[in-house]
T-cell receptor
Framework: DTEVTQTPKHLVMGMTNKKSLKCEQH?????MYWYKQKAKKPPELMFV???????INESVPSRFSPECPNSSLLNLHLHALQPEDSALYLC???????????FGEGSRLTVL | GQSLEQPSEVTAVEGAIVQINCTYQ??????LSWYQQHDGGAPTFLSY????GLEETGRFSSFLSRSDSYGYLLLQELQMKDSASYFC???????????FGKGTTLSVSS
């Protein structure tokens, strides 16, 4: 299984809502990542987890809250988002120390 | 700071050869990766160079010159399905998260 599965594929939420994005992999990867991608732009790093511990937070606003419940799962909790947060949110995983990231298809988020 | 510069667009015809350049500035460097992303799809890994020289993987090759802070992706025998965005990326710490260049949109026509 070389897949990273993200749910939901699409999400529409209001600025007062609370929602979560989920990511799952069963490749035994101990590094997991959240990236944000706007249209026609590169993926922009948000968070990195290494062995279920948060190792990098790229100065992401606190309205985004990551969680890594176990080595296979990664969540991104969303609260009080702004319309400019609308984007494709990509989850990725890799072997520790490897430059080969496996990306999921992403969750396309629209904030109204 | 860190930056990776790539051309924004490249066009070519089927069967041709295309080279996408990437120059970088970074405080630490652990190698250069290349990713492909089709419209609406996920980025997929193509190649990685940790050392100077050429890495070949089928129709795709990647080159790195650390002394010149420069690399390129070479795509041979272009096919229509190669139309996509191509990103160079690097990490400034060994094996940790990748920072992506702005990307190059490749359009292949018949």
């Amino acid at each position: 299984d070389t897949e990273v599965t993200q749910t939901p594929k699409h999400l529409v939420m209001g600025m007062t809502n609370k929602k979560s994005l989920k990511c799952e992999q069963h490749m035994g990867h101990r590094a997991m990542y959240w990236y944000k991608q706007k249209a026609k732009k590169p993926p922009e790093l948000m968070f990195v987890y290494s062995y279920e511990k948060l190792s990098i937070n790229e100065s992401v606003p606190s309205r985004f809250s990551p969680e890594c419940p176990n080595s296979s799962l990664l969540n991104l909790h969303l609260h009080a988002l702004q319309p400019e947060d609308s984007a494709l949110y990509l989850c990725a995983s890799s072997l520790e120390g490897s430059p080969e990231l496996f990306f999921g298809e992403g969750s396309r988020l629209t904030v109204l | 700071g860190q930056s990776l510069e790539q051309p924004s667009e490249v066009t070519a015809v089927e069967g041709a050869i295309v080279q996408i350049n990437c120059t970088y500035q970074t405080s630490g460097f652990y190698g250069l990766s290349w990713y492909q992303q089709h419209d609406g799809g996920a980025p997929t890994f193509l190649s990685y160079n940790a050392l100077d020289g050429l890495e070949e993987t089928g129709r795709f090759s990647s080159f790195l010159s650390r002394s010149d802070s420069y690399g390129y992706l070479l795509l041979q025998e272009l096919q229509m399905k190669d139309s996509a965005s191509y990103f160079c990326a690097h990490s400034n710490q060994a094996g940790t998260a990748l920072i992506f260049g702005k990307g190059t949109t490749l359009s292949v026509s018949s």
